[in-house]
């Protein structure tokens, strides 16, 4: 392709995104994510190395460094040679002193202090994601037949939705809820719950028969789901349902965004470091029906475009004896939110169109604001798990543009970026959307292998917001690809404006061979990678 033809692509498609709203102003939603790492905080730096001092970190820096600096010294002034200690042990007998006595007691304590205090490991048994009923699997063209005869859309917008669903990333076998896909549609509360009920039960029951764990044993309940919020909650449906026991610590997240499922991952964490030997049950979905957008202002209707329907359920356990049967262990959850700023908050807002009807607009800086939440996140959570020599190399580079800058010349001094491949064998990134996963990739320097699952579960499934991370882990599982002590990076991001991030490590080879129950890739897994037509802009 030519380079004319290339340059006529991107005007084209760049007006295609500069859309008018029902007030005629133009709105332009920036279709890159900014160079996140041109400009990092030294303060975000220095936030994750506060995170990595844990027990055993300061057990390490306050005992083990000074014995071993100790032990060195002492070689060094007294010029004792290794087979010179050995003859003076052989030769006298250590005698236990009061010194003695008092030092063994000091470190006893010290060392009964770090058991103390240190965190229980929290395993992940396992999770299992809902796959709907073949009914209610929807192909791109019919949905696009399905908005034309409904009525509800101007040919303009409906022009405009197509254009969005030809390069969005959606394949043929997505699914939407009955209460959306009915002639005419029915959107109630009754078709909402109905909708709740079936993906919430339905991951649930599968994750249940996975581990065979009893819903009565199960100790703390977590439930997120953004724009769906019932009285009584969708914990309460949970509780009601499964006949949970009485005195269960349950949550019910709302309005949190798409990265709600990881701050579900963190509550539970911290409710597990409170509750010894407990079960913890994260579930994590979205509801569509009553959140269907019937109106004509384009910022509002891309989210009719790609969310579909979807769920997953997730069982952490902090008991020592799930260790040999678990999937994965927490490593770190590192969160950020970006609220305080109004820009960051407003960028994705839920509210009425100028003629009454709700939907959820995208402002034209949302991917900027998504670059600045993806900057801190991960500026933070290197220092947590990136190797030594990638955490040097890049804190010179820091500190040369930091001292360079002064005298003019630090724009000339091209930021190092780590390798974020050498900290993680896999990565879940949330498949929020095209754009936003190719701007990743790009940033991150990760291969397409890399990129995969996210990609994949994008085209089979859409977006299913919070559960998506859980849609792509089943594919790399499903896959065969992760091995024992292999290192999963799960990332996403949502309203507010908030990025999030979880690392897992795995305990053991997955899958176990046949064992596909509650696996959502059981019968297509075979037919994946797909080839998705790549576009200038998504």
């Given at each position: ?9 991107k ?45 055993t ?7 083990v ?57 929290i395993?992940l ?30 040919e ?30 029915n ?12 993906v ?15 819903p ?17 909650s969708?914990?309460?449906m ?31 964490k ?31 209707l ?28 927490l490593?770190?959850t ?39 939440a993806?900057?801190?996140n991960?500026?933070?959570l290197?220092?947590l ?14 500190v ?8 003019g ?7 190092y ?7 993680f ?7 929020g ?8 990739q ?39 690809r ?57």
């Open positions: 392709m030519s380079r004319n033809s290339i340059d006529m692509d005007e084209r498609l760049t007006a295609e995104m500069n859309f008018k709203d029902s007030t005629s102003a133009v709105i332009k939603i920036r279709q890159r994510l900014p160079d996140f790492l041109q400009t990092v905080k030294l303060k975000y730096v220095k936030l994750g190395y506060g995170y990595s001092c844990n027990a970190t300061i057990l390490i820096f306050t005992l460094v000074p014995l071993l600096l100790f032990l060195t010294v002492q070689f060094q002034l007294t010029d004792l040679k290794l087979h010179r200690l050995s003859q003076l042990l052989l030769e006298h007998t250590v005698q236990l002193d009061t010194d003695t006595a008092i030092g063994s007691i000091v470190l006893l304590f010290l060392f009964g202090l770090y058991y103390a205090k240190r965190s229980p490991p395993y048994v396992d999770f299992a994601c809902y796959k709907p009923e073949k009914e209610r699997k929807i192909a791109v063209d019919s949905f696009v037949k399905m908005l034309e005869d409904s009525g509800e859309f101007g303009e917008t409906l022009e405009f939705q197509r254009r969005i669903l030809s390069r969005a990333g959606l394949g043929d076998e997505t699914y939407l809820p009955n209460g959306i896909m009915s002639s005419p549609p959107l109630c509360m009754k078709e909402a719950r109905l909708e709740a009920e079936a919430m039960f339905g991951a649930l029951d599968a994750l249940f028969a996975k581990t065979g764990v009893n009565r044993d199960i100790d703390i309940l977590v439930v997120n789901c953004s724009l769906f919020n019932p009285t009584p969708l914990s309460a949970i509780v009601n349902h499964y006949k949970l026991r009485t005195n269960i610590k349950s949550y019910n997240l709302g309005g949190m965004g798409c990265s709600a499922g990881l701050i579900s991952i963190d509550l539970a911290d409710l597990l470091k409170a509750n010894p030997n407990s079960y913890a049950v994260v579930l994590s979905t979205e509801n569509l029906t009553l959140n269907w957008y019937f109106g004509n202002e384009r910022s509002m891309l989210s009719n475009c790609i969310f579909r329907m979807g769920g997953a359920a997730i069982l952490l356990s902090n008991k020592s004896s799930d260790r040999t049967r678990s999937k994965y262990k490593v770190h590192v969160r950020t939110h970006k609220g305080a700023d109004d820009k960051n908050y407003n960028c994705v807002y839920q509210k009425e169109d100028e003629t009454g009807k709700v939907g959820v607009s995208l402002a034209r800086e949302l991917m900027a604001v998504a670059g600045d993806l900057k801190t991960i500026t933070t290197g220092p798990v990136l190797p030594f020599s990638e955490q040097f190399m890049f804190f010179v580079s820091l040369r543009r930091k001292l360079l800058k002064g005298s010349s630090g724009s000339g001094v091209k930021p970026i780590p390798d974020f491949k050498l900290a064998e896999h990565f879940c990134i949330h498949a959307g095209r754009a936003v996963l190719d701007e990743l790009k940033n991150l320097q990760l291969s397409d292998w890399h990129m995969e699952p996210s990609r994949m579960t994008l085209h089979r499934f859409g977006n299913t917001s919070s559960s998506s991370l859980w849609y792509e882990l089943a594919y790399t599982e499903a896959k065969g992760v091995a024992k002590g292999d290192r999963v990076w799960q990332i996403a991001f949502g309203s507010g404006f908030k990025c999030n991030s979880a690392v897992w490590k795995a305990v053991r080879d997955l899958p176990v061979v046949g064992d596909w129950r509650g696996n959502p890739w059981d019968d297509s897994v075979d037919k994946y990678p797909v080839s998705v037509p790549v576009s200038v802009a998504s």
